[in-house]
């Protein structure tokens, strides 16, 4: 039936407006074979409809049809090769739509629904040929306006309203969170009990993909990062054909995709069981940040501040442990904490692993509510050659992540089943479990 973002968009919407949405396309991989298919997330929250060559028409003005789809035909054929279709019918019954029509008659048909409105809400820039096709469609209305109709003069991009609406989870979105979570820690716990040295990152990836889709995850929600030693200081390492090294920090940052929500978790711990003297003091240190910025986490907290004070304690560290000299706001003014932490401490998280919503508002850095959720992600990495850094600290590279959801009077961290202080995850690693194949 339809989904309860449809209606708070419908609700939004200006005046006098129509929105037209489109679905993702299918993507050629190579020969005959297409890249996964992957809905786009506006339309999916906006319609629940997982198909591509989809359109959705979004017409509060209009007397019957205020919601509209364009969708595949039923096709015989195509549906023995490659599975059902929703079909005008289904468009109807299944996804709540007042009026369906094959995609083959958007041409001729949507001109029609933009007609009498003077506000078009549609996206320009994300996808040339659907901008071209919107131009022609335009265009195809000056007939009407030299009969004297209205037809859409201002355009507006329908992602800001969107993105607000996705921005701040229900319920039911807070609970696919959860379990898209869950699943993910679920992945990362096989993988700290399956490490030994002499395995191969690639070997760690397969099985907490494994564990993804086992669980019943659709899969990841971006490719999976296993970077041993010197791999665990590259910020976005996803070649994971290593091998694992005794005396190596294994940085994983994967994440499970459920109900078209994202994890996104990322431990760091020892392969072979026991942290040494200089992984474990920068480890407790960039765990020390993010739980004290967990602490931090309650409704009206600005979401800058959660940075900041992230920089404030990292840098406090790495003055503490000599990797860098002087005092500490004089390195926060030079910024020469960016040599070890050059990321941003979170970023919201949902439908899209990096999701959407603005993070700064025209009066300043926004301030979390209740349902929004994201990442704490500190990290500190050191390259051999680092300035500052002696030779014991090369090939460290830590991050500590998890996803939370702002709660009335605080968060929900919801990746908490996957240990993280120092002696969980040694204790962990000894209930050591072999790969079977
Ligand atoms: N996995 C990407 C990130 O943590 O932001
Ligand atoms: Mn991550
Ligand atoms: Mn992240």
Redesign the pocket.
Known sequence: MRSPRLTEFMSKMEPNSVAVIFSAPEVLRNADTDYEFRQDSDFYALTHLNEPESVAVISPNHEKHKYVLFVRQRDKEKEIWNGLRAGVEGAISAYGADAAYEISQLGKILPRYLEGNQKLYYRFGLREENDLRMIKYLNSLKAAIRAGKQTPSTIIDPSTLIHELRLRKNADEIESMRTAARISAEGHVAAMKACKPGMYEYELEALIEYVFRSKGANGTSYQSIVGAGFNSTILHYNTNNAQIKDGDLVLIDAGAEYNMFAG?ITRTFPANGKYSKAQQAVYELVLHSNKEVIKMIKPGESFMALHEKTIEIITQGLVDLGLLSGNVSENIERKTYERFFMHRT??WLGMD?HDVGRYKLEDGWRKIEPGMAF?V?PGIYIQPGTEGASEEFYNIGIRV?DDIVVTADGCEVLTSLVPKEVVEVEALMKESIAIAV
């Open positions: 996104d979170g970023h692993v990442t992600e992540e």
